[in-house]
């Protein structure tokens, strides 16, 4: 909520100067940042100094030189003046949208660009999740056709038609290609659920999108129950899954979700009503296991609250 007032950390004075040094004070990046024009106000002084610049996080210059004596680690105060209008509060949450757009691309560039196997991301509720970049898949990629190069150049053209050999080189291709899939999230598989009426569980390693069809669950208040299966996942990595989630008779269709997921603005989906409309809901998916062994699992829920009309 944006005051009147502003005092955040404190600040460090130096006698004929007109440059105030900011200790946690965040005067530039801030949503209810200061602006240029605003007034600043030394605690034990009773001057008072217009802001004529907030050139960085720690640092604003005043209109003139402070006549105070030396002072660090100061509370201090600004008085709102120019950004106290509803136009600089707009234009302060712009400016933080854009700065948050840029740091997404810039960790896209990462993710596209770097030479390491990692690379730190963040995620909108400000939790840092090591993933692999592209640089990595195409090094597993690249180690995966080397073993298969190898395999099939130590064979004698005898072995290669041999139907033993061509089935366990085609298992191998198989299995490998899909742990890699696995292991980045992107199994690209659709699983189709029709309507059964019993409980359904989800496997984020196997499948990212499932189409599910609701319907009439005996028991349980007509709710299917729906867990996430995490046992076989790989640690540390982070899985997305899209359920498609569709109503077979019109206000019958009901879920419960059986796991601790965190929704978006802390509420879970109300599904729409009619027969035939679809709900997306997308889920964030991860198990992490520190050093130790010890194991957390993660599962995050949005849902936009519209849905997709009957066709």
Known sequence: MVTRWYRTGTVTLS??????????????????????????????????????????????????????????????????????????????????????????????????SSEDDTFTWTDRFGEEHQLATLNKYKNDLDDLLNDIHNIVTSKSAQVLTDAGFVDTLYHLLVTETNSILSKIGLTNKITEIPEQGSPISI??????????????????????????????????????????????????????FLDDIKWIAGMAPVLSYEAGSQDVVTLMVIVKSDSSGYETRMIRGFYTGCWIEPA
């Open 15 to 112: 006698e004929l100067s007109d440059i105030v040094v900011g200790n946690d004070t965040h005067w530039k990046s801030a949503m209810d940042r200061p602006s240029a024009g605003d007034i600043f106000i030394a605690s034990g002084h009773y001057e008072l100094y217009e802001i004529s610049e907030v050139t960085s996080d720690t640092e604003i210059k005043l209109d003139r030189t402070f006549t105070g004596d030396n002072s660090s680690n100061t509370n201090y105060a600004i008085i709102r003046h120019a950004s106290a209008s509803d136009i600089t509060h707009l234009n302060l949450a712009l400016s933080a949208l854009i700065q948050r757009k840029d740091e997404y691309i810039s960790k896209f560039d990462d993710l596209i």
């Open 203 to 256: 496997k984020p390693d196997q499948s990212n999108y499932y189409e599910i069809v609701l319907g009439l669950y005996t028991g349980n208040n007509n709710r299917t129950p729906i867990s996430i299966d995490t046992s076989t996942l790989e640690r540390n990595i982070l899985y997305e899954v899209t359920l498609v989630l569709e109503q077979s008779h019109t206000g019958l269709g009901k879920v419960d």
